[in-house]
């Protein structure tokens, strides 16, 4: 597995689980002990005496026979000779390679983006400096209003920082929720504090001896900080991949079971573009569900020397502030969205349709209706827009009712 966070991880332990005896090699390019990624943009933040929390002990790795390659990167791969090269010079065979490469943070090509207290969030190191410079902080500006940037900002909020969030789309989110949640969402974080300015960009960066203090936006005002998080996207990492002749198109191309042209290579999690059942079309999704399932799926394929189609339904969370979001399904291109609960009471769900099918469902403080969610849509039970806007409709017994016959789904 080349990547030790949550998809190489997972693929390793769920091998091991299945009871594979061969060799079993993680590369890191990290130092740690692989982590949860999750807790850096939230508890970590929040509490300076937070610490990483590892996806596994390292006496775990030992007790599984499992080879823990830290601090180390693979710089080559080698298909014809079935070879991964080491940054540290080494070389490894490999019957099967896992690419589990990850992402790596967008930038923002402006004047000024190299100034020091302009940072990004990504790797426990970056979360480490930017919990540092929050101790500081007087101000603090954030760029793109997306799940990290929209996370930062509450806890900034919290911490009592005069925090600024620059949205270059006309809402919050836009690509991952529905008009209705992303407004709700905004809402929320003004009714905090964070101001929040939408249909606009950045210009430069403004920086005095080396330092940032602040930023000017495409309508030629500044605004002070002295802490800047760039959260505009992620590019997925495919140079080793695409370096060894694999087809890369914003993401490892692969098939529905995870394969590359070559069936001995894989792809998984955040690095992955992949035809997703639920989405409809080719998709690459950011998640620790579909990085996890990922690397259960791929073991699965490896366990039982046949491929293993991935199923599983896509699924997220966002807590921000008081405010928990959860998401199964992805909403985006829905032709129908229907309201459940109250959001003037703080706690409703939206039920997206595409030709009367349910295709996602984003719950705000109303956890009973993802968990229902996620069953109904794993199973594919129909759920009209007429139920779901039913108050009065049982939707946890709805979705805990046997299903039709179908296709298993994959877990």
Request: with cysteine.
């Amino acid at each position: 597995m080349v990547g030790a966070g949550q998809a190489g991880v997972q693929a390793a332990l769920s091998l091991r689980h299945g009871g594979f005896d061969g060799a079993v090699t993680v590369i890191g390019d990290e130092p740690e002990l692989p982590y949860q990624r999750p807790p850096l943009s939230k508890e970590f933040l929040a509490d300076p005496g937070q610490q990483p929390l590892p996806l596994r002990a390292e006496r775990f790795y030992d007790a599984h026979d499992i080879r823990l390659l830290r601090g180390e990167r693979v710089v080559t791969l080698d298909r014809a000779a079935r070879e991964v090269h080491l940054g540290s010079g080494g070389r490894l065979a490999f019957d099967h390679l896992v690419l589990a490469l990850g992402a790596r943070n967008r930038t923002l090509p402006v004047p000024g983006h190299d100034a020091d207290g302009v940072l990004t969030l990504r790797t426990l190191r970056d979360a480490e400096r930017l919990r540092d410079r929050l101790a500081g902080a007087t101000s603090a500006v954030v760029v793109g209003g997306g799940f990290i940037g929209l996370e930062f900002a509450s806890v900034a909020r919290a911490r009592g920082i005069p925090t600024l969030l620059v949205e270059a789309g006309e809402r919050t989110m836009a690509r991952a929720v529905s008009p209705a949640v992303s407004g709700f969402l905004t809402a929320g974080h003004r009714r905090a504090g964070v101001r929040i300015l939408l249909g606009t960009t950045v210009r430069r960066l403004l920086a005095r001896r080396g330092r940032v203090v602040g930023v000017e936006t495409d309508d030629g005002r500044r605004h002070p900080a002295d802490l800047v998080l760039v959260a505009v996207g992620a590019v997925p990492n495919v140079g080793l991949a695409a370096g060894a002749g694999l087809p890369t198109a914003d993401g490892i191309l692969v098939d529905a079971c995870l394969r590359t042209p070559d069936p001995r290579v894989f792809a998984v999690g955040d690095c992955a573009r992949y035809p997703s059942p639920a989405v409809g079309s080719p998709v690459r999704l950011e998640s620790v569900q579909n990085a996890a399932d990922h690397g259960r799926c791929v073991a699965e394929t490896l366990l039982r020397g046949q491929p293993t189609p991935y199923r599983a339904v896509p699924w997220f969370w966002s807590d921000q502030g008081e405010l928990r979001l959860q998401i199964a399904g992805v909403p985006t291109g829905a032709e129908r969205a229907v309201l459940r609960g109250d959001p003037d009471a703080g706690a409703f769900s939206v039920f997206s349709f595409v030709a009367g099918r349910l295709v996602a469902v984003e719950s705000v403080n109303r956890p009973a209706d993802h968990l229902a969610a996620r069953r109904l849509l794993a199973d594919g039970r129909p759920l009209t827009p007429e139920q779901a806007a039913d108050p009065s409709f049982d939707l946890r017994s709805h979705s805990r009712s046997r299903p039709e016959p179908g296709p298993p789904a994959v877990s």
